[in-house]
Structures are given as structure tokens and as C-alpha cells.
């Protein structure tokens, strides 16, 4: 029989030969001069594999964590598959296929020659990637939204538009340099043309509009809905019953925004609170510079105190950056890029200071405290150090628990006493409603036949965002079905196992121990994790009563 820690990496290998790139990025080798292949054939054949690795993981009965996530993994890769997002996703950063390859690959750092010959082949073999991307694209009955092909259309200009290539980016200043410039000039920027001219002249005139925006207007989409909520999700909650939560989370926080937004602004209700947060302009940013520099110091305070809340910290610091120019009109507020197991890339807390003068300034705290310390560079900084775990155990993608994770540290920011003022509290209460508001919005969009306009008028009356942010996020939210549910759930689901443990052990519940068990055994699905925080629950009283 499979060992699990066998099965681990076999179901590691799926995973990274999906997305060769993800392999690069983490510092994985053998996946190097690779991209992914985006054909049905290459689907099926990796579907296959991962519902034979799922069934052979329930066989056995060693490391039951283990084996845990690989299924957990397998299936959520089979139904990622199914939802052939690869056919009808065109502007996400996150999601949509080019967008995805144009961000990622100006991240990579090739360490010596063989790496650099590595991109060099991965680069050579982009118009082939394209060439299959429009067979598939061309080929599908899943019409894409409208709107985001015409965005995709607008976001290949820019990129062939701009002299200094950022695709040539990891071998600058290399002596691959000038070979890589060829490269692109005569191999990689006509097929990104051919692309783009397929986009305007094939695809935007078919798309759909915004009034049928969902995964409920094409076919199988409640059933790959509600299989992606499983997926991101980990629980077994419907689309309506999250709903139902996110619209009772709205009406809660409606309390605090009156408590703390009495003490800043001087009684008056939620929505006025909401209302002078986003219109007053005193609270918005003068200039880019100032919104990374405050990043970095929020980051520094939080990594000051981190050893009274937390027994292990990771050794190497969180950078901070801003988007690059290219990426941040498409780009999310924020964002975190893990750092390579090699140290060829430290961990980096992007800051997308794209129209600097519209954003906000109020949520810059709770959101380093997200990205950052103490939530995403933690979580993936000290996952990455578990040697004596599988890799797949270190780097598996749960986005509950990883997205809950950092949510779950909004909060807990403020019980280290980190934010600055009860203004950056509300920072923290709009991430709240952000969060909760997800689960509306989401769910409306792709279970409820929500219209675009809908999605983007509930979000205008209960979170805390200009217009060119909201627009943005429901996109996302269109094109990345049900990914964005996993924040508040995960974070639900972990402040509950933290108020069973502080029930069952009373004084003998030790908050750094809590955290380091929770980021002790790398991302685990939620009901997994229950099982972990109840075996660690009854050895601390067994300890005690022996």
C-alpha cells in the first residue's frame, strides 16, 4: 500500500505539473522551462490522475492528516477542472490564464546559468501556450463576461506597449540578456499580438453581458458552484447558507461602526460612519510613496511584539513593495507573493499605489497586518521551515485556511495592541464588512442571478470602497467563483476553535501555543484542523490531570 507521505508527493507533482510556474516561484526545481498546458486533453489526463490519487488516500490508515489533505487536494484540483475557467476568464490577475503568466513571470529570479537557460526555454514556448489558449477559447460554449475580454484587450495594449519588456525582467543585467530581448521581440511579443487580436475580433463580440454575470447563467454552473464552495471553503455550507451568515455579519458590525465611529467622528450611524470614512478627503492618500512607507512601518511595529503572541517567528523579515506599474490598474488593493525555499526571493507585501489619490488610507494597518505580519508572511514563512512534513503539507493551497488565517490576524492585531487609533480600527471594521460582504455578493452573483449592477449597489451601501475598487473586486469575485467566501469562513472557523480551547482549558489556555499549533502543521482543511485543536485540547488536560 501508498504510504501517505508517498502519496503526498505524488499528489505534490500533480500539482506543480498544473502549474509549473507556482513550482518556479516557490523555488522547486524540474519544473523550470515549463508552462502549463491549457487543453482539454491535458485536463482530463490530470482530472484522471487526481481521482486516482483521492481514492487510494482513503485506504490507509497512517498519517491521517496527511492523507486528509492530499484528498482534500486532489478533489479540489478535480473541481477547479470542472469549473474550465481556463475557457471564459480573461482579466483577473489572479485567475484569468495570460493575466496570470504576465504577472508571475517577471517574479522569477534564475540563480545560474541553467536556471536563465530554463526561462529562456519557458519564454520560447509562450506562443504555443497562446496557440493552445485560443484553440480552447475558441472552441468553448462558455461565453466570458463582456467587459473583462474588452479589459484583457486593453491590458495586452499596455503590455505591448511598453518599451522595457517586463517579461525580460529575470534576466537583465545577465549575459542571457540579449538573447532574452531577441526573444521577445521576435517570438513572444507576435503571439501575445496574434492573442490580443483574437480577443477583440473572436471573443469580445460574443461575450456576455453584465446583466447575466454568474456561474448560474452557463452550463453546469450551480454544480460547479457548489462544488467550488466546497472547495474553497472546506465546510459543508450551501451557497444560501452563507448568504444568510454574510448578511447577518453586515447587520453585527453595523454596531461597532456606531461604537468606534462615535468616538472618532461624534455619534452618528453605520452608514454616515461608512459615508464620511469614503467621502472625506482628508482621508485619502497624497502620494504613492507615503502608502508603502507606511506599509513598512506597520509591518516593523507588528514584528516587535510578535514573540508575546507567538512561540516560533519566522527568521527572515516581510519586504514591502509596490505593484508593478504594469499590473496595478488590473492588480487587487494587496497582495503577498510567498519567498523561494532557495532565497532567491524574500516574501513581498505588494502595495498597489495605482491612483494613489482615490484610496483610502484608514485600512493601510489592518491590511500589512493581513498580508504580512502577523498573517501571511507568518503563516507561509514558518510553513515553509516544517522539514519534517511533506512538501505538499507545506504548500498546500486551502484557501480557508490560509485566507482565515490572515483575516483571523486583522483582529488579532488589536489584541497585541497595534493599531494606532481608533481610525485604523475602522480600517479594521471595513475589511470586516469587505469580508462579510463577500459572502452576499459571491454567492448572489454566481447562485442568485445577481446582475453586475446588483453585486456592485450592495457593496456601495456596506463596505467601505471607492468605485474604482468596488468594480474591481466584482470582477474578481466574477471571474474567481467563490474564492473570496474562504476569508471570512476560514477566520469563523478558526476564532471558534480558539473560543472551544479557551472554554475547555480556562487558565491553562496558552495563546502562543495556540497560534504555533495552528501554524504548526501547514494548511490544513477546516474539519482537520478541528480534529488537531480538540487532540491538543485533550493532551494539555491529560498533562495536567497525570
Given amino acids: 500500500m501508498t504510504t501517505a507521505r508517498e502519496l503526498a508527493d505524488e499528489m505534490l507533482t500533480l500539482v506543480l505539473d498544473a502549474d509549473p510556474v507556482m513550482a518556479t516561484l516557490l523555488g522547486i526545481p524540474g519544473w523550470d522551462n515549463r508552462l502549463p498546458d491549457p487543453s482539454a486533453d491535458a485536463e482530463r489526463v490530470l482530472r484522471s490522475r487526481a481521482g486516482d490519487i483521492a481514492r487510494r488516500a482513503r485506504g490507509g490508515d497512517d498519517d491521517p492528516v496527511t492523507r486528509a489533505v492530499v484528498v482534500e487536494q486532489a478533489w479540489g484540483l478535480v473541481h477547479r477542472l470542472d469549473a474550465h475557467l481556463v475557457e471564459h476568464t480573461h482579466a483577473e490577475g489572479l485567475t484569468a490564464p495570460l493575466a496570470v503568466l504576465l504577472a508571475a513571470l517577471p517574479l522569477v529570479r534564475p540563480s545560474d546559468d541553467e536556471a536563465r537557460k530554463a526561462y529562456l526555454t519557458r519564454l520560447s514556448a509562450l506562443p504555443g501556450y497562446l496557440d493552445a489558449l485560443t484553440r480552447r477559447q ?29 517579461l525580460g525582467v529575470p534576466l537583465r543585467d545577465t549575459p542571457f540578456a540579449a538573447v532574452c530581448a531577441r526573444l521577445l521581440h521576435e517570438t513572444v511579443r507576435p503571439a501575445v499580438t496574434r492573442y490580443r487580436d483574437f480577443l477583440r475580433a473572436e471573443v469580445v463580440g460574443r461575450g456576455r453581458g453584465e446583466d447575466r454575470p454568474g456561474l448560474c447563467w452557463l ?48 455619534p452618528m450611524s453605520a452608514a454616515g460612519v461608512r459615508a464620511r470614512l469614503l467621502g472625506d478627503p482628508e482621508l485619502r492618500w497624497t502620494n ?12 516593523a511595529r507588528a514584528e516587535q511584539v510578535a514573540g508575546e503572541w507567538f512561540g516560533t517567528v519566522p527568521r527572515a523579515r516581510c ?24 532565497g532567491s526571493r524574500p516574501g513581498t507585501y505588494y502595495v498597489n499605489t495605482h491612483r494613489s489619490e482615490l484610496r483610502e488610507r484608514f485600512s493601510a494597518e489592518s491590511t500589512a497586518f493581513h498580508e504580512g505580519v502577523p498573517g501571511h508572511h507568518f503563516q507561509i514563512s514558518l510553513a515553509q521551515r516544517l522539514d519534517d512534513l511533506p512538501l505538499l503539507r507545506r504548500f498546500a493551497s486551502i484557501e480557508a485556511y490560509l485566507e482565515g488565517w490572515a483575516l483571523y490576524t486583522e483582529r488579532l492585531a488589536d489584541e497585541m495592541g497595534l493599531y494606532s487609533d481608533d481610525l485604523a480600527r475602522l480600517g479594521m471594521l471595513s475589511g470586516d464588512s469587505l469580508r462579510a460582504a463577500r459572502l452576499v455578493v459571491d454567492t448572489g452573483l454566481h447562485a442568485m442571478r445577481w446582475t453586475r449592477r446588483q453585486a456592485v449597489d450592495y457593496l456601495r451601501a456596506n463596505a467601505v470602497m471607492p468605485d474604482v475598487d468596488i468594480f474591481s473586486e466584482v470582477d474578481r469575485y466574477i471571474e474567481n467563483p467563490a474564492q ?20 475547555r482549558l480556562g487558565d491553562r489556555f496558552d495563546i502562543r501555543a495556540f497560534h504555533d499549533l495552528v501554524l504548526g502543521g501547514g494548511p490544513l482543511p477546516m474539519a482537520v484542523l478541528a480534529d488537531v485543536v480538540d487532540g491538543w485540547c485533550g493532551s494539555v488536560l491529560g498533562v495536567v490531570e497525570d
Avoid at 473570496?484 to 472554554?503: D, F, T
Wanted: glycine share 6%; proline share 7%; net charge negative.
Fill in 138 to 166: 475558441r472552441d468553448t460554449v462558455r461565453r466570458p463576461l463582456r467587459h473583462l475580454v474588452e479589459a484583457a484587450v486593453h491590458r495586452l495594449d499596455r503590455y505591448l506597449a511598453e518599451a522595457d519588456d517586463p
Fill in 219 to 266: 452550463p453546469d454552473g450551480d454544480l460547479i458552484y457548489a462544488d467550488l464552495v466546497r472547495t474553497y471553503t472546506t465546510t459543508g455550507h450551501t451557497p444560501e447558507e452563507l448568504h444568510r451568515i454574510g448578511l447577518a455579519l453586515v447587520e453585527e458590525l453595523d454596531r461597532e461602526y456606531e461604537e468606534i465611529g462615535g468616538r472618532v467622528f461624534g
Fill in 288 to 299: 504613492p510613496e507615503d502608502m508603502v512607507a507606511v506599509a513598512a512601518a506597520t509591518i
Fill in 319 to 342: 519586504e514591502v513593495e509596490a505593484v508593478p506599474e504594469a499590473e496595478a490598474p488590473t492588480a487587487p488593493l494587496a497582495y503577498y507573493v510567498d519567498p523561494a525555499m532557495d
Fill in 484 to 503: 473570496a467566501l474562504s476569508y471570512m469562513v476560514g477566520r469563523l472557523e478558526i476564532q471558534r476553535l480558539r473560543g472551544e480551547a479557551e472554554r
